[in-house]
C-alpha cells in the first residue's frame, strides 16, 4: 500500500511541478512588465492572448502588448494591430491597426508591410490604393512573405502596368520611417 501511495504522490509530483513552475515564472516575468521591461511585456500580452501559463485574457493582453508597442517594439506593434483589426481584447478599429502596421512596417517588419498592404489593397482603415498596397506587399516579398506574393499576383489582375511601374519604384526608394502612407 505505502509502494503505490508513493508512486502515486511521486505522479502527482511530477503533474504538479511544471504548473508551479510556471506559475512562478508567470510571477517573475509579470513583475519585469510592471518595471518596464518591453521584452517581457510582450511576452506576457502573448501569454494571456494564448492562455499559456493564465487565463486566457484578450483585454489584459492588449494592455501588455500596447505597453511594450508603445516603446517601439515592431512585434507588438504588428500584433496590436492584429488585435485592434480582429477586434480581440479592443475595440475592432482598422484605423488603429493601420496606425500600428505603419510603425511595425516602417521597421521593416514583413508581417506588419503584408498586413497593412493588405489594408491599402481593401481600404480598410485607409483610403484604399493599389498603388501603396502593392509598395508595402512588395516590401513584404522581399523578406521572404510568401502571402504577400500571392496577393500581389492577385492585384496584377486588376492594376495596370503604369500602376505595377509606379509601385515597385516606390518599393525601390523606400527608406524606413520616412513614407507616412
Not at 48 to 61: H, I, K, L, R
Not at 89 to 106: F, H, N, S, T
Request: hydrophobic letters at 40%.
Amino acid at each position: 500500500m505505502n509502494r503505490i501511495l508513493a508512486i502515486t504522490m511521486l505522479v502527482l509530483i511530477c503533474l504538479v511541478s511544471p504548473l508551479l513552475a510556471e506559475t512562478e515564472a508567470m510571477k517573475e516575468l509579470k513583475v519585469l512588465a510592471e518595471k518596464g521591461d518591453a521584452e517581457s511585456q510582450f511576452t506576457l500580452g502573448l501569454a494571456y492572448a494564448s492562455g499559456q501559463g493564465v487565463p486566457q485574457d484578450y483585454s489584459e493582453a492588449a494592455k501588455w502588448i500596447h505597453a511594450s508597442a508603445e516603446q517601439g517594439g515592431s512585434y507588438a506593434q504588428d500584433y496590436l494591430g492584429s488585435m485592434y483589426e480582429e477586434g480581440k481584447g479592443l475595440d475592432k478599429d482598422y484605423i488603429m491597426a493601420a496606425r500600428y502596421y505603419l510603425k511595425a512596417a516602417q521597421q521593416r517588419n514583413a508581417s506588419a508591410q503584408h498586413n497593412l498592404g493588405r489594408l491599402y489593397v481593401f481600404g480598410q482603415g485607409v483610403p484604399r490604393n493599389f498603388v501603396i498596397g502593392y509598395m508595402w506587399l512588395s516590401l513584404a516579398a522581399q523578406s521572404g512573405d510568401n502571402k504577400a506574393l500571392a496577393l500581389m499576383d492577385k492585384l496584377k489582375e486588376v492594376m495596370t502596368p503604369q500602376q505595377i511601374n509606379e509601385a515597385r519604384k516606390l518599393a525601390q526608394e523606400w527608406k524606413p520611417g520616412k513614407m507616412n502612407f
